[in-house]
């Protein structure tokens, strides 16, 4: 939710469309549900379902049976996928150890209030390992190598996720002030490449700003009861700044 409400000047507009109506559920989503399951040992439960494909009316029903019960379907050829992706990470050296450590907690719900606010705040750790790591698990269908998940998680606001959980963690004294949150990231695709990236200062630092920002403008909307989206106005649009080239350039 933080993340839609700052993702644009309508980024309200667009976070109460999803609170009034919902997301739709796509199948994706199930697929990282399941890998999540298996390494983390902890969810609604994964349901195997005996279908080539979601192409047919039975199919979809079954799925959509499973949705409502909290549950998470997932093809019968996708298991076996889920069960590689999972043996890839536990056998990893790195990312191995990280969640298997005997003192290590899965899934934990975390509840506090912004002291600006007054507003509550949820959140959920994919995995506190210890007082000074907390581990989040993604899966992507794109590389994963530094250059490309850099990209990526700054798309996807994952910076601002970061910084919200580890404050959180810090004011429920699940962690220490100088604790590292790292993404453990996965392809989805054989041989299920993975690697582990430490969330930077500078990415925590800007990732606390937009929290801030987003808590300010969530306390605005509720309060007055309006959402904001694109202006109701005529607006000029330009030439972007990476297309302008000097003369010289031209030239050459």
């Known amino acids: 939710m933080a993340k839609t409400i700052v993702s644009g000047e309508a980024g309200p507009a667009r976070l109460r469309e999803i609170m009034s109506h919902g997301q739709e559920h796509k199948a994706v989503f199930d697929f990282g549900s399941a890998a999540h399951e298996k390494v983390l040992g902890r969810g609604a439960g994964v349901e195997v379902l005996d279908f080539p494909a979601w192409t047919t009316k039975a199919s979809r029903e079954a799925r959509q049976a499973v949705w409502d019960a909290g549950g998470t379907p997932v093809l019968a050829k996708d298991s076996a996928q889920v069960d590689a992706m999972a043996e890839a990470i536990l056998s990893n050296p790195v990312a191995g150890e990280l969640f298997t450590r005997g003192a290590g907690s899965p899934e ?18 994919d995995f506190l390992a210890d007082r000074k790591t907390i581990v989040d698990f993604k899966t992507s269908g794109q590389s994963v190598e530094l250059p490309d998940w850099i990209k990526h998680s700054w798309q996807f606001g994952y910076h601002i996720q970061a910084a919200a959980y580890m404050d959180q963690a810090i004011s429920l004294d699940l962690v ?11 392809e989805t695709k054989p041989p299920f490449l993975l690697a582990i990236y430490q969330v930077s200062a500078d990415q925590l630092a800007e990732g606390r700003r937009q929290m801030r920002r987003a808590l300010d403008l969530w306390d605005r909307c509720l309060t007055l009861d309006e959402w904001p989206a694109i202006p109701a106005v005529i607006q000029l649009s330009k030439l972007p700044d990476w297309v302008h080239t000097t003369d010289d350039e031209k030239d050459s």
Do not use: C, K, N
């Not at 934990?108 to 750790?125: A, K």
């Open 176 to 186: 220490d002030e100088d604790a590292i949150f790292l993404h453990v990231v996965q």
């Open 108 to 125: 934990l719900s975390m509840f506090t209030i912004d002291e600006e606010t007054g507003r509550w705040q949820r959140g959920r750790l």
